[in-house]
């Protein structure tokens, strides 16, 4: 049995490696392949050599259906060809080069290269990105998720290979039936899947921690649309209001025997006086961030989680820690997104200024950007003003937008959520 791979990568969301099985004799589908490619022949060699730089054109995605009909029998990994290659833009730029492992550095030389080529590279744009990141590129290597995809599952496919990250159970001694999300479903996430939670471990976290996570942000699921396990948009209610979206997506407040309702296209209010929305929920602001952490560490290689026993520990409360870095938050229309985005940076090198492992994550308007703590590669816990200093240092981009915040969820006491809010008329001509 030979193995033909080989790697695509676009700014458009195809990147992956093709992987091709096929008996000696059974090469025509690697030469089919070839020639709906940009290729050249070396007459001296007799060798064909497949460009790396390719284009998606009418003729090239023309090539590439009849290529699919005629093998996607023979060979099943064929058929995922034309749903990826329909991310490409038509006459966009792609790479085709042999399966390497791409790090961050590598990644970001093939991104300015096909920029150039598909002629959306800015000099001055990019003069200022290098000036903001090139600390982080050459400092971590930095893990992202295309979640235009179809779901994406972290860790073993097979229940009978899998163990847990959380406690390092395997069958028999616990149960993988449930579906674990990498990232609370109740936040929209529909695709990022962990498969190495195991049923006990997904229980504990669901009702002792992540939803405190899930109730802080309950506001926002409900006014921005963000629908949950049902599918549904969520209603929300407390000891004084109710909040809900009708059919039509009209926004409703109602409180007490007084409704406020408007709608959300329209900027006139019925109100002038503010109003104190008391819940039902108490929350503990620690449980905040051992929520994102949990997510960081579920989304990661199970690589990098020797070095984070004491984290985990931490987050399902066998140990306390009583202060913790604060966490960079930015609230902005400019940043929303429809749903959970999650990047994770690992540092790559012994430069023990800067956090083992930092992570974003991005709900709705909400932005997070925090340290992943107790790691055993750092030998500190950045809460020192002069340590933190080292972490902006290198995450410039956080001190570049006047608008990020810096909270302390180290709280672990149980408290309420009240909301507050003010009403402004606004007259118009």
Not at 201 to 226: L, M, P
Request: aromatic share 14%; proline share 2%.
């Amino acid at each position: 049995m030979q193995l033909f791979e080989l790697q695509f990568y676009s700014l458009s969301g195809v990147n992956f490696t093709w992987q091709v099985k096929y008996e000696d004799g059974q090469e025509q589908v690697i030469f089919d392949f070839f020639e709906i490619l940009e290729f050249k022949i070396h007459e001296e060699t007799r060798t064909i050599e497949l460009l790396s730089t390719q284009k998606y054109t009418t003729e090239l995605k023309t090539k590439l259906k009849v290529f699919v009909d005629k093998y996607k029998n023979q060979q099943p990994s064929i058929q995922r060809f034309i749903s990826i290659f329909q991310r490409l833009e038509l006459d966009e730029y792609f790479f085709v080069i042999p399966p390497i492992d791409l790090n961050t550095q590598k990644k970001y030389l093939l991104e300015v290269e096909l920029m150039k080529l598909n002629g959306s590279y800015n000099e001055e744009y990019m003069a200022k990105s290098i000036e903001l990141f090139q600390d982080i590129l050459n400092s971590y290597e930095v893990i992202s998720f295309d979640l235009n995809k179809s779901k994406i599952k972290i860790g073993k496919g097979r229940k009978s290979e899998r163990i847990c990250r959380f406690c390092q159970g395997s069958q028999p001694d616990v149960s993988f039936k449930n579906e674990a999300h990498a990232v609370s479903e109740a936040l929209g996430n529909k695709k990022l899947i962990l498969n190495e939670e195991c049923d006990a471990c997904n229980s504990f976290f669901d009702q002792q921690i992540e939803r405190d996570f899930i109730a802080y942000h309950d506001f926002a699921r409900t006014i921005y649309g963000i629908k949950n396990k049902e599918n549904s948009i969520p209603k929300m209610s407390g000891a004084n209001f109710r909040l809900y979206k009708d059919e039509e997506k009209n926004l409703t407040i109602a409180v007490l025997n007084k409704k406020v309702g408007f709608n959300e296209r329209e900027t006139e209010t019925n109100e002038l006086e503010g109003l104190t929305l008391c819940t039902n929920d108490k929350i503990r602001l620690q449980n905040i961030y051992k929520t994102l952490c949990k997510y960081a560490l579920s989304v990661v290689d199970d690589k990098y989680l020797k070095n984070f026993e004491e984290t985990i520990k931490w987050i399902k409360g066998e140990r306390e820690i009583a202060h913790l870095p604060k966490v960079a938050q930015l609230h902005s229309y400019h940043f929303f997104a429809k749903q959970p985005e999650i990047t994770v940076f690992v540092r790559n090198n012994n430069d023990r200024r800067f956090p083992y492992m930092v992570c974003e994550f991005r709900i709705a308007l909400f932005l997070y950007i925090f340290i992943v703590p107790l790691s055993k590669e750092d030998d500190r816990m950045f809460l020192k003003e002069i340590e933190y200093d080292d972490f902006l240092n290198c995450f410039k981009h956080i001190n570049k937008l006047d608008e990020f915040s810096f909270s302390d969820l180290s709280d672990d006491q149980a408290r309420k959520i009240n909301i507050n809010i003010k009403f402004e008329k606004i007259l118009q001509s």
